[in-house]
């Protein structure tokens, strides 16, 4: 059995780690590569650093951010926001990332997918998706500009088709459960995992062990993705891992 990755998210605003409540009410979190090679010493698999304010400032990546942090790691490391074009990608992959995320490009252009996977491997393209509960119902809507704007295009129909275009992985975020530490929701992380066979990264909501256990069995998760749980000493990925191994959830054990 494949073990499950648990990944530390930076979301990044103007060079500063910051965390919020469903994408508002920013507070800093810290220096990106402080906290990058903190991660990784405390046993991530991986680390997503996210710059969740470049599509909306219609900038490019920062890339000296990127590369300050790629420099403390020797674990994957995956960096998104504001990537538009290959030559985009082209210069975060110089610059030290292992992969890739796309979110509002994508949908504005699939074949961006397409064109990136094919220059560097679908293991190296995550198409991230922030999705929505409509009207408290099951379905949910993928929303792109920072989670500002509804994209009118159903989140798990979009996750189909961004592996038939070349994505690697699908990074799921719910934004009704950002940073809200209520746990993942197992319902929308389930839906996404059985409708794709790439793998499927589940990320709002990690609040405590159960909330990881949840997700990785209730919501077949392939990875869970958290920021605010670690960044603020709230738990340990060591002994997160312990615990998930205790119950029978294969993990990779930090060195």
């Known amino acids: 059995m494949l073990t499950k990755r648990i990944i530390a998210c930076l979301d990044v605003n103007a060079g500063r780690v910051v965390k919020g409540v469903q994408f508002q009410q920013l507070r800093d979190a810290g220096d990106p590569a402080e906290l990058a090679a903190a991660h990784s010493q405390a046993g991530a698999d991986e680390v997503v650093l996210l710059d969740i304010s470049a599509t909306h400032e219609k900038r490019a990546t920062l890339v000296d951010t990127i590369r300050r942090t790629a420099r403390q790691l020797f674990i994957p490391f995956t960096v998104g926001g504001g990537i538009r074009s290959l030559d985009d990608a082209n210069a975060v992959f110089d610059a030290g990332a292992d992969k890739i995320s796309i979110n509002s490009a994508a949908l504005a252009d699939p074949s961006l997918i397409t064109l990136i996977a094919e220059r560097y491997g679908s293991q190296a393209v995550v198409v991230a998706i922030d999705a929505k509960c409509i009207n408290g119902e099951a379905r949910f809507e993928a929303y792109v500009n920072g989670g500002r704007t509804p994209a ?86 060591a002994e997160l891992k312990q615990e998930l191994q205790s119950v029978g959830i294969p993990v990779r054990w930090p060195c």
Request: charged share 25%; hydrophobic share 40%.
């Open 152 to 237: 009118g295009r159903d989140a798990v129909a979009w996750a189909q088709e961004a592996e038939e275009r070349g994505a690697g992985e699908i990074l799921l975020t719910s934004m009704d459960r950002d940073g809200t530490g209520a746990g993942f929701d197992c319902e929308l992380t389930c839906a996404c995992s059985e409708a794709v066979r790439i793998p499927v990264i589940a990320s709002g909501g990690g609040g405590d062990t159960q909330s990881f256990v949840d997700v990785f069995q209730r919501g077949k998760a392939d990875a869970a993705l958290a920021a605010s749980i670690f960044h603020f000493g709230l738990h340990r990925i």
